[in-house]
């Protein structure tokens, strides 16, 4: 069993920035991979960025480079995705998720979801 916890998203003007945390327990051992997602209303679930958990090697969606950065902490347990320079388009529920695969952009391919943290930029 993994567990993930997603929190410190919040309300913020456009040209802001926001640092998303993402606590893992559990099994964790078997996960190689931590991605984020997000899911805007009324649009599909789409893939934000990843991480390996054995290298950090990293990837990121066109739209996001150059403005978010993931990262992991030295327990290799904690992933953050910290968010500069804010969109509207950025607005909204930001999903953790981990894999057991070593690469992956593709939701079906998670196997463990944490709740999701609500983001909102405003013009």
């Known amino acids: 069993q993994v567990q993930l916890v997603e929190s410190g998203g919040g309300l913020v003007q456009a040209g802001g920035s926001l640092r998303l945390s993402c606590a893992a327990s559990?099994?964790?051992?078997?996960?190689?991979?931590m991605g984020w997602f997000r899911q805007a209303p009324g649009k599909e679930r789409e893939f934000v960025a990843a991480?390996?958990?054995?290298?950090?090697?990293?990837w990121y969606v066109d739209s996001v480079k150059g403005r978010f950065t993931i990262s992991i902490d030295n327990a290799r347990n904690t992933v953050y995705l910290q968010m500069n320079s804010l969109k509207p388009e950025d607005t909204a529920v930001y999903y953790c998720?981990?894999?057991?695969?070593?690469?992956?952009?593709?939701?079906?391919?998670?196997?463990?979801w944490g709740q999701g943290t609500q983001v909102t930029v405003s013009s």
């Open positions: 998720a981990a894999s057991s695969l070593f690469y992956s952009t593709s939701a079906d391919s998670y196997d463990n």
């Open positions: 559990g099994r964790t051992f078997s996960r190689f991979m």
């Open positions: 991480i390996s958990r054995r290298d950090d090697s990293t």
